[in-house]
């Protein structure tokens, strides 16, 4: 029985950025007051703690920063999808992100490897983002 | 830190517990923290009547919601200061100091600080791993099946690709534990293992393999602090508390500041400070291990080699009993315990044993300065704290 894997829930935090991604657009928080750009959406800027934050599109762009080959899966679901890559991705306008490295080559994966995102489709519309190796 | 009245000599470790140990189907996760505090209060030589205070953490068996007052009620305790405290592995530091700071401030004269939790039977390897992955952020974490050996594993292939830190250098921190458990009478694991076992066990998340991962056991260890006065009264000699320093960076590792600079330099830094001695000084050092990269970067970090140098320390055998600096002589979470916060909490039970003289094979001779890292979450909280036999 193919088990399902989890879809992205939601909170008045990151609800637009799980809206844009089922567009296929991947969104990062911007501060207006010191221009800091974080990752993992919030009430307030990380580091000037000013409230007027907008949203902005990444290019979706990067780099790894570390990786590993999971083998041992959490959960019966990602057991079935085992072994897959999860991987630390610095975006090149700053903020780093988590998520897996997907495609034919993933196990290739190397630290500084040059990433891109993509948008795997987790169900019922429900798009969440994914990173895939940039083919020299 | 500000001019912060300094905890140096003000409190004592007078008493040191723990439970049964491995897979104890018969005690439920209350009924081992009851029997380490039990334990740890015969050792102090003290009354139940005597304690006013009482300091626990978490735990995911016996899930209560008020775990602090669930204890004492189980304990029938009814103390005049109580609280569960929850900063993971950094757990029992934290407790530490704040027993240290109620004792010293005179808020209660003796406290008992207990954790564990029936991890093994209550649980089970399959259920630990599920509900640990919960640790994981639920949104942007979680939804990779992410999970905590993985955190735990990027961090290693960042050291490997930074330094040069070799896989072989990881499976010695595994032995080095494994070979200090076997001179443990209540450790978990009780044959000897070689680094080509470590490198063939079952691979869990690249680079780590299933040696490299800390224990599930059913659990508990308890201490008890009281004022350094009042310790000179008591059965043993007194653990003096001589610096304690925290550090917290983050919870997430996607959100931690670095991929190799952690919070342990800066905790380390202060209760070194306090203290008023450096690494040199340091006679024995029981270091957080949950995975067998974390040591590593622990002992460069607390300054007792420079950085990149961890790995090759514990491969050239300066770790073990009788080397330059004994690491872990209990054999860590590796291979003596680990339930929750119990696992750090027997780095203390261990570091105050050590102080004591007295254990045989195991001890470090003429230890008289010991260090205790905890860390907590992945590499987020950090707490380390020095131990002596003597005032400083």
């Known amino acids: ?136 | 830190m500000g001019n912060a009245m300094s905890l140096k000599n003000k409190v004592a470790i007078v008493g040191v517990g723990e439970s049964d140990i491995g897979k104890v189907p018969s005690m439920s996760g209350l009924g081992l923290n009851a029997q380490a505090a039990k334990r740890a209060l015969d050792d102090a030589g003290l009354k139940v009547s005597d304690i006013d205070g009482l300091l626990t953490a978490y735990s995911f068996t016996e899930p209560y919601t008020m775990l602090g007052s669930s204890l004492c009620e189980y304990l029938g305790l009814q103390p005049i200061v109580c609280a569960s405290m929850v900063a993971g592995g950094a757990s029992p530091g934290i407790m530490l100091r704040h027993a240290a700071q109620t004792v010293a401030l005179g808020l209660a004269d003796t406290v008992l600080v207990c954790a564990g939790e029936n991890r093994a039977t209550g649980l089970g390897r399959d259920a630990a791993v599920a509900v640990l992955a919960q640790v994981g952020h639920p949104q942007f974490e979680q939804l990779y099946g992410g999970l905590i050996p993985g955190y735990y594993a990027m961090i290693a292939r960042r050291h490997m690709y930074e330094y040069g830190t070799t896989r072989e250098q990881l499976a010695a921190v595994a032995v080095n534990t494994r070979a200090h458990a076997l001179l443990h009478p209540n450790a978990h694991m009780k044959t000897p293992i070689t680094v080509e076992q470590v490198l063939s066990s079952k691979p869990i998340a690249d680079p780590l393999r299933m040696l490299d991962c800390c224990l599930v056991s059913d659990s508990a260890g308890a201490f008890i602090v009281t004022s350094a006065e009042r310790a000179l009264d008591l059965r043993h000699a007194p653990a003096y508390l001589l610096g304690i320093g925290e550090k917290h960076t983050h919870e997430h590792l996607m959100c931690a500041p670095s991929l190799s600079d952690f919070g342990a330099t800066q905790s380390g830094r202060i209760a070194y400070e306090m203290a008023g001695v450096g690494p040199a000084d340091i006679d024995v050092a029981e270091l957080y291990d949950c995975f067998t990269i974390v040591p590593i970067i622990e002992l460069e970090e607390l300054g007792f080699v420079p950085h990149g140098d961890g790995g090759a320390f514990f491969e050239a055998g300066h770790a073990r009993i009788g080397g330059k600096l004994p690491i872990n002589t209990h054999g860590g979470m590796l291979s003596h315990a680990h339930a929750g916060a119990a696992g750090g909490l027997f780095g203390i039970v261990e570091a105050v044993r050590q102080l004591r003289g007295g254990e045989g094979e195991r001890q470090v001779r003429g230890a008289k300065l010991a260090l205790v890292h905890n860390e907590g979450g992945i590499l987020s909280s950090h707490c380390t704290l020095i131990l002596s036999n003597q005032k400083g």
Not at chain 1, 13 to 28: H, I, K, T
Not at chain 1, 30 to 48: I, K, N, Q, V, Y
Not at chain 1, 116 to 130: C, K, L, S, Y
Request: charged letters at 25%.
């Open chain 1, 1 to 136: 029985m193919q088990m399902s894997l989890p879809q992205p829930e939601p909170n008045a935090d990151s609800l637009p950025y799980w809206q844009a991604a089922r567009e296929g657009r991947l969104l990062v928080r911007r501060c207006t007051a010191c221009g800091e750009r974080h990752f993992m959406p919030r009430h307030l800027c990380p580091s000037c703690w000013s409230d007027r934050l907008e949203w902005v599109e990444s290019e979706g762009t990067g780099r790894v920063e570390s990786y590993s080959i999971v083998h041992r899966a959490p959960t019966a679901a990602f057991a079935a999808v085992a072994p897959y890559v999860i991987a630390l991705i610095d975006l090149d306008e700053g903020p780093r992100v988590f998520a897996n490295v997907v495609g034919d080559d993933a196990f290739e994966v190397a630290i500084g490897d040059r990433v891109r995102v993509t948008f795997e489709d987790r169900g019922n519309g429900a798009m969440i983002p994914q990173f895939a190796r940039v083919k020299r």
